[in-house]
């Protein structure tokens, strides 16, 4: 660390807290002062926040030093160590996807999904050396056969993977029995004698502790191909904000409901002006499954939630926001960003609140109702399919499905009730492919009949096999126009210099179209 460093870590940090106090009319405020000059409120600041500009410097120091790495050395990271050179650590910081690429959807498995168990968590806590448990990750994933994206950060850890049930329990295991993670009381460790079940070798309540914290569904391995992606990012949520911390929000843990607390406020927000139903995923996600009267932003990317907001205040200032997500990840930064964006000084001028463990977490809270508490007319508020990010693509609440085999996979084999239809006949769908468009990915929803699975596919392993072939569909015929120009230049290229301007993918129709409704254009 250099003394540069310091100080531009240091006034990164106060210049962000003077922008998060800006209240959109040419002032400032915070506490019981407002005022129409910066300087005054950078004074304020430096003089009555002093703890809160350290630790923001603290995690921009860390930041600069991790991913940009300027004039850093061993000594920088704390537990680095001399063994671990940069070209090492250099597949924790590279880009998933190849250009142009993206994650596959579609998995063809003979697998038993029952053996499986796939997990989704994340934890905002502070990491001192996030590329040392990126390592231990490296080494977890190649020793249990794991599968799976992590994501790792100064701020905390992001994580969805897969494996047999007995490699997953290990994982968990050794991850809760961390320093880091020593306060999330989720390890073994944690068990008193009293608590201690010989026969399970845990006890019950840390047992439903880590069912809510892990949340485990049914899956094998394979749903993320052979993928295990590591990285040690800005953020492990990115909204474009690695200074806006999580854990030094004061109103964070209040602000979090569970299923049952978050069922009520829905039912009292109906039909009243001052509630607002907010899905902070992107679109293609509430295209499938939401909260009835949910206002569904046009964005295909979370770090495009912030301008959604500030173009909305009118929308958002003033209400009650009930606000939602997967797993609650998006909802923890999406909730503090918008206490600071749309609050203006007084406690009660925005009130946002958000489900906790999302909605992957409520519709266990209507499972567990329904069976283990046997009240089978649980009214479900859920809407849909809820869509996560691996080849199962959506769950819904009556999942009778007990295949990943993509050839199989039909919406017809499944009770939930769908919001959602294909768009090649209009026929209820959830299922997605992929546009054909080069370089474009945008999900379409079709069905089987008007998109088989592509019979090109790439074999990962004997049993396994993951599409990239073509879904026969595409968002609009600007996007495969455009497409193809790009993918004959990027073949070229490959052969040496191409001869004149780049070319490069433009907007398509369908883009335009939801970046108006977004307000970009």
């Given amino acids: 660390m250099t003394e540069p460093q310091l100080k531009t870590a240091k006034n990164r940090a106060q210049n962000e807290l003077l ?15 407002t005022c129409d000059k910066a300087p005054i409120m950078f004074r304020h600041i430096a003089a009555s926040h002093s703890d809160i500009v350290q630790a923001l410097t603290s995690v921009q120091l860390a930041n600069m030093l991790q991913l940009r790495g300027p004039n850093s050395t061993a000594q920088d990271h704390q537990g680095q160590g001399q063994s671990h050179g940069q070209d090492e650590d250099a597949e924790f910081k590279s880009r998933r996807a190849e250009k142009y690429g993206s994650d596959p959807i579609n998995l063809t498995c003979q697998c038993d999904p029952a053996l499986g168990t796939v997990i989704l968590f994340y934890a905002y806590l502070p990491i001192s050396d996030p590329l040392a448990i990126a390592r231990l990750h490296k080494a977890w994933f190649t020793d249990l056969e794991l599968c799976g994206k992590v994501k790792l950060a100064t701020e905390g850890i ?41 026969s399970t070798g845990i006890d019950a309540t840390l047992k439903i502790k880590r069912f809510n914290f892990f949340k485990p569904t049914e899956g094998c391995r394979h749903v993320f191909g052979e993928e295990a992606s590591i990285k040690v990012v800005e953020e492990i949520c990115p909204l474009g904000a690695p200074e806006l911390s999580v854990y030094h929000d004061p109103k964070n843990k209040q602000g979090k409901l569970p299923p049952k607390e978050f069922h009520a406020k829905l039912k009292e927000s109906e039909g009243r002006d001052d509630y607002v139903v907010l899905d902070v995923r992107n679109y293609y996600e509430s295209s499938i499954g939401r909260f009835p009267g949910a206002i569904t932003p046009p964005i295909r990317k979370f770090s495009s939630f912030r301008d959604y907001v500030d173009r ?3 929308l958002l200032a003033g209400k009650t926001i009930l606000s939602y997500c997967t797993g609650g990840i ?8 918008m206490r600071q964006s749309l609050g203006s000084g007084k406690n009660d001028d925005v009130k946002v609140l958000m489900l906790e463990g999302g909605i992957h977490n409520y519709l266990e809270w209507i499972k567990q109702e329904r069976t283990i508490k046997k009240n ?28 990943t085999d993509a050839t199989e996979a039909s919406d017809a084999m499944t009770l939930t009730q769908l919001i959602s239809s294909c768009e090649g006949c209009e026929v209820p769908c959830a299922r997605y492919v992929k546009c054909d468009g080069f370089g474009c990915h945008r999900l379409i929803i079709a069905c089987i009949k008007c998109s088989p699975v592509p019979v090109d596919v790439a074999v990962r392993t004997t049993t396994t096999t993951t599409t990239t072939g073509k879904s026969g569909m595409c968002c609009c015929k600007e996007c495969i126009e455009m497409g193809e120009k790009v993918r004959e230049y990027v073949i070229a290229s490959e052969s040496g210099p191409v001869e004149g301007p780049r070319v490069k993918r433009g907007i398509c129709q369908c883009e335009r179209s939801r970046r108006i409704k977004l307000g970009e254009e």
């Fill in 19 to 33: 922008r998060q106090r800006q209240t959109g009319d040419g002032n400032w405020s915070c506490c019981d002062l």
């Fill in 158 to 198: 992001n994580a969805t993977l897969s494996g047999l049930s007995a490699s997953v329990t290990e994982y968990i295991d050794r991850l809760t029995a961390l320093p880091e993670f020593e306060f999330l009381n989720l390890s073994r460790s944690a068990i008193t004698t009293s608590q201690y079940n010989n």
């Fill in 312 to 314: 909305n205040r009118e």
């Fill in 376 to 403: 089978p007319q649980q009214e479900s508020l859920w809407l849909g399919k809820n869509y996560i990010f691996d080849a199962r693509q959506s769950l819904g609440l009556d999942e009778t499905r007990n295949s």
């Fill in 330 to 337: 998006r909802c923890e930064k999406a909730t503090s960003y």
